[in-house]
Structure formats: structure tokens, C-alpha cells
């Protein structure tokens, strides 16, 4: 997650921590065995679950997990970056909210995804009195708003690989990052949050990893 978002992400797990009544949950031991569990969303689930009887440790763990993945939808729908950081705080207490009725922990990231693009969506509009870009009318904008910090890129080799991603069109963009973000399991969400047919997510997936690796050895020529 960007540096950008750290002041806000402290501030944002403590009012979480705050809404969510003190109750005898998991204790930390118990978080840290769900954190080494296997899979990304047996992980997921059993923290949903774990917030859900009270373990403020276990929402905190989410909240830190998975705030880079609503994050990157929220910047991804054109937000600036105050903005942006409305709608994440918005998402996650309405997630809160929600969190007895989410009828599939495993699906939480998800079920953000689809969340923070309809609320990036709402606030565009109120900002700007007028609906969001579509997918398609984006796909040619400029992409420098979605990298990461100058600071961040630890190597030649990070900088040449963002220059490269930054260099592909919008949609590759924004698919790549929530494909990666949000692992294959989410391809459904992914697909909505993009206005894709599910079944091209992966084979649309595969041509933009094509042009990344064409404009890496493009770069490696010059």
C-alpha cells in the first residue's frame, strides 16, 4: 500500500476497532493461527469470522490485508486521493455493518470490490455532477495517477517494470492490479468491477501480460 494511505489506514482501523464491541473472540495466538492458515481465503474467511464473535485483532488483520485491494478500485475509478480515502473508510464501515449478513466469508474481497466501485462510482458523480468514465472511454487515459511513490521503487529493476505497466493501456491496468490483488477465486467480482464478461477475465489477462513483457524487452533493447 502506498505511504500516502498509512495516516488514514491507523486512523480507519482504529474507529473499526471502536464500532465492534468487546467480546470474547479469538485471543492473539488464535489471529496468528488464522494468519499462517494455507490458502488466501481460508485466511479471509476465518478472520470474517473471527471479527464476527468479537476479535478486534481479527478485524484489524483484515482491514490491513485488504485495504490496498479497495485502495487501488477506489484510485482505480478515477478518484483523487482524498477522495479515494472517503470511499475506503465508507466501504469498510459499511462492510462492518453487513459483516453478520455476508452470507460467504470466503468472498469478502469480493464483496469489497463490487462495494468500492459502486461507492467510488456515487462519489464521482457528486463530485463531478455527471456519471464516471466508462471502461472503455478510459482505456486510453494516461495511467501515471496509479503508481506507486517514486520513494517506493526499491530498484532499477521496479522502475523500468512500472514504467513499462504504466505504459499499457488503462484496462490492462486496472485489471492486473485487481487480478493480483484480489487472487483468481475473485474473477466474478473482478469482472463486475470492470464491466467485463467473466470468462474473458483470464484470456484478456494473458494478452496484457503479453504487451508487459513486449515493452520490458522494448526497454531492455533501447
Keep these: 500500500m502506498?505511504?500516502?494511505l498509512d495516516p488514514r489506514l491507523d486512523h480507519l482501523r482504529a474507529e473499526l476497532a471502536d464500532a465492534i464491541p468487546e467480546d470474547p473472540g479469538p485471543d492473539a495466538l488464535g489471529v496468528a493461527a488464522i494468519m499462517a492458515q494455507a490458502t488466501r481465503h481460508e485466511r479471509q474467511a476465518?478472520?470474517?469470522e473471527a471479527a464476527r464473535a468479537g476479535s478486534r485483532q481479527a478485524l484489524d488483520s483484515l482491514v490491513v490485508e485488504l485495504t490496498p485491494l479497495v485502495?487501488?478500485?477506489?484510485?482505480?475509478n478515477g478518484l483523487d486521493q482524498s477522495t479515494a480515502e472517503d470511499v475506503v473508510q465508507t466501504v469498510w464501515l459499511s462492510l462492518l455493518r453487513h459483516?453478520?449478513?455476508l452470507v460467504e466469508p470466503r468472498a469478502v474481497?469480493?464483496?469489497?470490490?463490487v462495494a468500492t466501485r459502486r461507492e467510488a462510482q456515487?462519489?464521482?458523480r457528486d463530485r463531478n455532477g455527471r456519471p464516471a468514465l466508462s471502461t472503455d472511454s478510459a482505456v486510453d487515459l494516461p495511467g501515471d495517477r496509479w503508481l506507486p511513490e517514486p520513494e517506493a521503487l526499491r530498484d532499477d529493476r521496479d522502475r523500468r517494470l512500472w514504467h513499462a505497466f504504466n505504459a499499457l493501456p488503462r484496462r490492462c491496468q486496472e485489471l492486473l492490479r485487481l487480478t493480483v490483488l484480489a487472487g483468481r477465486a475473485e474473477y466474478r467480482a473482478v469482472a463486475e468491477a470492470l464491466s467485463m464478461p467473466r470468462g474473458s477475465i483470464g484470456p484478456t489477462r494473458g494478452r496484457c501480460l503479453t504487451q508487459l513483457k513486449a515493452r520490458l524487452e522494448e526497454d531492455d533493447v533501447r
Design 2 to 4: 502506498t505511504d500516502e
Design 46 to 48: 476465518a478472520l470474517v
Design 71 to 76: 485502495w487501488h478500485v477506489a484510485r482505480g
Design 99 to 101: 459483516l453478520d449478513r
Design 109 to 113: 474481497a469480493g464483496w469489497l470490490i
Design 122 to 124: 456515487r462519489a464521482w
